[in-house]
Structures are given as C-alpha cells and as structure tokens.
C-alpha cells in the first residue's frame, strides 16, 4: 500500500487519504495509523479514496472500521471511495459494510 | 487432476507470494474461470492463514502449507484448496458470523471464508490444522457499480470473535 497526502477533497473539505495497491493485514496498519493520527488532529471529516486499491482483506478493512468509529465518537465520519477493481470492492459486500460506509463512485 | 503446493515461511509478509502462486498453479487449469476465481480463492487463502499465524500464534520458523487442485473428476468439478498450519485446534463451526446490525471491528475472517466457498472445514491431524476450502467452478451472481449511501449508519461495536 502507498498512500499520498491530498490534503482537502474538493467536493466537501473532508482530509484524504489516497490508498492504492493492497490494503491488506501487512499495510492495514499504516492506514489506520494515518487515519487515527488526522482524527486525533481534529480532522474529523476523512475521506478514504480506495480507488487504485487492488487487494482488501479483513484486516485492511479493521483498519477503515476502527477509524470510523473513531472519527463517529468524535462526530465526523469516514467517507470511502469505491475500489475501481470489483475484486477489491468484493469484501465490502460479502461482510456488509456497503451498507455501513458512505462510499462514492471513483472519479465523484 | 492437477494438484501443486506451496510452503511458506510463518510471516504476515510471506502471504504475499499466494498470489503469484496461485496464478502459476491455476491459471492454465482453470481457463476463463481464473479471471473471477483466483482474486476470491486468494482473499479466502490470505483469511485463513492469517488467522492461522496470529490465533495460533505461529513464529517465522514455523511453516503455512497450501496445495491446490483442480478436482474434476467428481459430478460438479471444484477447485480444492487445502492448507496446512500449527497451533492450537480451530474448530471454525464454533464461530458464528458477526450480527450485521452490528458491525464491528474484527470478526469477519471466518465469515469471508465461508461466503467465498461452498465448503469450508478443519480437520486436527497430529499437532496441525487441516484447513479445507472448496471453491464452485460456476460463476455466482452479484451486483456491482452500485454507490452505497446508507439513511442511517449502523453503530459500530468493539466486539472480536474469530
């Protein structure tokens, strides 16, 4: 996983974090600590940008869950945009967190 | 049948090299079916040998087993996928699946397994666990493209089961 700062998302001010490659057991603490260090700054408001991720297991998804719940305790939200790969978007469905998340279309 | 094996080295890192293998080994067999299978059989493998190495608290020394075939001499060939690791017994018919009214933070690895596979089960041989996963060869059906904006987000628990 690589992960590029893109300070604000345009289209509603929210911090993004830009994940691309795998988001798996070995990266997922990268995210999460990124993650958790913006909410801990005040920043709230994330927006996960997962459109050039390639690979999501159970744990890369731990990492977007716990800052979620995370930035929700503090009143924000973590925001997700959709994997452009269906193969990684897979584990969203299969464990119902597209139903959980706020997700946004690639490119929105 | 076709049938190759895999060993690995007890780390998080060396899951890693399961895709590429899985590649080497089925991508010939399995035709156009590879396309859509090998990225689920690689999110079940990496499931359940990452439970193995940090519920069986399993040291770089230690080695994950996988061997995979093509079985296709049976009524509805299937992709078998067996792998191979120590540790305590795990019995995943004792972990339920995770309330959807309830997300929580961990949890979800056996659930991912047994969604991914029509069968899913762990024999105890000696001191090892025999993990096997057994994939359909027939595409399922799902939706996909969809923007998912839920009215009310579900609270979110703390909650970790297997």
């Known amino acids: ?26 990266s997922a603490p990268d995210l999460r600590r990124d993650a958790l260090a913006l909410i801990e700054d005040g920043q709230v408001d994330l927006l996960v940008d997962l459109a050039d991720a390639t690979f999501i297991d159970s744990a890369g998804l731990a990492s977007l869950v716990h800052a979620m719940k995370r930035a929700r305790e503090s009143g924000g939200d973590v925001h997700i945009v959709r994997p452009h790969s269906d193969d990684a978007y897979y584990v969203f469905e299969l464990t119902k967190f597209d139903e959980v998340f706020v997700i946004r279309q690639p490119g929105s | 049948m076709t049938g190759r094996s895999l060993t690995l080295p007890a780390t998080l890192v060396a899951l890693r090299d399961i895709e590429g293998w899985l590649h080497d080994v089925l991508d010939a067999p399995l035709g156009n079916a590879a396309t859509w299978m090998l990225p689920r059989v690689e ?15 399993l040291t770089a020394d230690q080695e994950l087993t996988l061997d995979a075939e093509l079985v296709s001499w049976a009524s509805e060939p299937f992709l078998c996928l067996v792998i191979g690791a120590g540790g305590p017994p795990f019995d995943p018919s004792e972990i339920a699946d995770p309330d959807p009214l309830a997300p929580q933070v961990h949890g979800y690895g056996t659930m991912i397994v047994r969604n991914l596979t029509r069968r899913f089960s762990v024999d105890r041989i000696g001191d090892t666990n025999r993990a096997t996963l057994e ?6 059906t799902r939706t996909t493209g969809n923007t998912s904006v839920p009215d009310q987000p579900h609270p979110v628990s703390e909650e970790t089961t297997e």
């Open chain 2, 135 to 140: 994939f359909s060869l027939v595409a399922p």
């Open chain 2, 43 to 57: 999110l079940a493998a990496q499931e359940v040998c990452v439970n193995a190495i940090t519920h069986g608290k």
């Open chain 1, 1 to 26: 996983m690589s992960t590029d700062p893109a300070p604000h998302d345009p289209q509603d001010g929210r911090e993004r974090i830009v994940v691309r490659g795998r988001l798996d057991v070995v």
